[in-house]
């Protein structure tokens, strides 16, 4: 049963930090591209950031470059996306999610590309 489990969320001011966690579990962690996507209220999930499964390739949304930064281990079977310089519109629900095929693009950010997703993780960022 593959599963993903979101945590490291919570309030921050802006101008803050938080780091995301997600542990990965029912699949070869290491043969897949790994992504963050947030869906704020009344909006569509928007892709952020995607890692390719060697962990060497990155590629961000423009509003999050320079800000945010994903990163694995694939030893733990963990991403991470840590986030600096917050800002109020950051605000969201933040996912991981698992790329749909092993050894696939981390160039593909569209949201049908990933297949697996987990629960969720609210971030408030205050003004």
């Not at 992504?35 to 995607?50: H, I, S, T």
Request: glycine share 12%; hydrophobic share 30%.
């Amino acid at each position: 049963q593959v599963q993903l489990v979101e945590s490291g969320g919570g309030l921050v001011q802006a101008g803050g930090s938080l780091r995301l966690s997600c542990a990965a579990s029912g699949r070869t962690f290491s043969r897949y591209v790994m992504g963050w996507f947030r869906q704020a209220p009344g909006k569509e999930r928007e892709f952020l950031a995607a890692i390719s499964w060697t962990g060497d390739r990155t590629v961000y949304t423009e509003s999050v470059k320079g800000r945010f930064t994903i990163s694995r281990d694939n030893a733990k079977a963990m991403v991470y996306l840590q986030m600096n310089s917050l800002k109020p519109e950051d605000t969201a629900v933040y996912y991981c999610a698992f790329g749909r095929t092993p050894f696939g693009s981390y160039r593909d950010t569209r949201t049908n590309e990933y297949d697996y997703w987990g629960q969720g993780t609210q971030v408030t960022v205050s003004s």
